[in-house]
């Protein structure tokens, strides 16, 4: 595969710099990359970073080394549809509208294509562990930039607000100024998320939820936690007991509040919810909800929990959910996506191992 690129890509357009593969006689020279210290939980930033492990790899998935620079030359190269790479007819196969992915945004052959204020952008953007990049190009102004990242980061939160100021540039409008940091402890909904909060189905006492202005605090026994936002729905509480999972939200004040965590549910005190939805995340062979983890060093965990309906979700380490499809009695899918996630080996009830898009993953003693 590296001579492959290196002969039809690299040497044509003179990326001297970039290696087709990541070796480790190359470690030297490559910027060192960084994970969140706790690979297993959303991730707050008192939690801090760690270096991430080093890969030797040669195959498509994430084995370009780059300068900046080079990645532009790259670029500019997919801009000017240069005869170098690739025919004309090749470049709109490239570039093409094939698959809708959502709204104003598809995907052709290996590029995204997007339109955004009735601009054409196309785009690509990759990560490996500690590692991310972004290539996004205006192919109505003719301008395009490149981002690389030694973290983890939301790239296209960064990258839409750049388009932005270089479109207006170009057009010669002011540029309006980069948007700030959002603080994930500013919550807009704390009001209305505060007040008491009992397990579901008992209706012991859990938690207290205290809303502090626009900050939201939980305090469990006595002891305060910092609610965090992750999402419209679904927050963080720093608090050992809750930091595995997500917190998700849904009701109101009038209906009822109910808080799904991992499979634990919890409801406003006084309010009337639904509480017969059962925590099964289970299939036929037995019980399939749990925490799995590999040895490998991509991807390494993940949970399933059960949904509101006790339908099983694929949980993401950083709280994200997927809903699964049943393929068959072993065989679900992520989502509409063709990541697939296999259990096997039940043990008392339990499977013990999953198959996630070909890779193994064991049942592990953490929650």
Not at 83 to 106: F, G, M, N, P, T
Not at 204 to 229: K, P
Request: hydrophobic letters at 40%; charged letters at 25%.
């Amino acid at each position: 595969y590296g001579e492959i690129i290196r002969r039809r890509i690299l040497s044509p357009l003179g990326m001297t710099a970039t290696e087709p593969e990541t070796v480790l006689d190359m470690r030297h020279k490559l910027v060192s990359g960084y994970l969140p210290a706790f690979g297993d939980r959303p991730w707050l930033p008192h939690h801090g970073l760690t270096p991430a492990a080093w890969l030797e790899i040669a195959t498509g998935e994430g084995c370009m080394a780059a300068p900046v620079a080079e990645q532009v030359v790259y670029m500019q190269a997919l801009m000017n549809r240069d005869a170098r790479l690739l025919s004309d007819a090749s470049y709109e196969l490239l570039i093409e509208k094939h698959i809708e992915v959502e709204q104003d945004h598809w995907y052709g052959y290996g590029i995204d294509r997007d339109e955004i204020d009735g601009h054409t952008i196309i785009s690509h953007g990759g990560e490996m562990p500690g590692h991310m990049a972004w290539m996004w190009a205006d192919l109505d102004t003719g301008l395009g930039f490149v981002i690389m990242i030694n973290c983890i980061a939301q790239l296209y939160s960064i990258a839409l607000p750049i388009h932005q100021a270089l479109a207006a540039a170009s057009a010669g409008r002011s540029m309006s100024d980069l948007p700030e940091l959002p603080d994930r402890r500013h919550i807009k909904q704390a009001a209305e998320l505060a007040g008491s909060y009992v397990t579901v189905p008992d209706g012991s006492s859990a938690f207290d939820l205290v809303a502090h202005g626009e900050r939201l605090t939980m305090i469990v026994e006595g002891e305060e936690a910092t609610i965090w936002q992750v999402a419209e729905d679904r927050f963080v509480a720093d608090h050992p007991g809750f930091s595995r999972y997500a917190l998700n939200i849904r009701g109101d004040r009038e209906l009822g509040i109910e808080i799904r965590h991992g499979g634990a549910r919890y409801v406003s005190a006084g309010q009337t919810v639904a509480r017969n939805r059962a925590a099964r995340a289970m299939d036929e062979r037995g019980q399939i909800a749990g925490h799995y983890r590999t040895y490998g060093s991509v991807f390494t965990n993940f949970r399933i929990a059960p949904g509101w309906d006790g339908e099983p979700l694929f949980v993401m380490p950083d709280g994200e959910e997927w809903t699964m499809e049943r393929i068959d009695v072993s065989t679900w899918r992520l989502n509409d996506t063709p990541e697939t996630v296999r259990f096997e080996t039940f043990v008392e009830g339990q499977a013990l191992r999953a198959i996630f898009s070909g890779c193994d993953y064991y049942r592990t003693f953490t929650e």
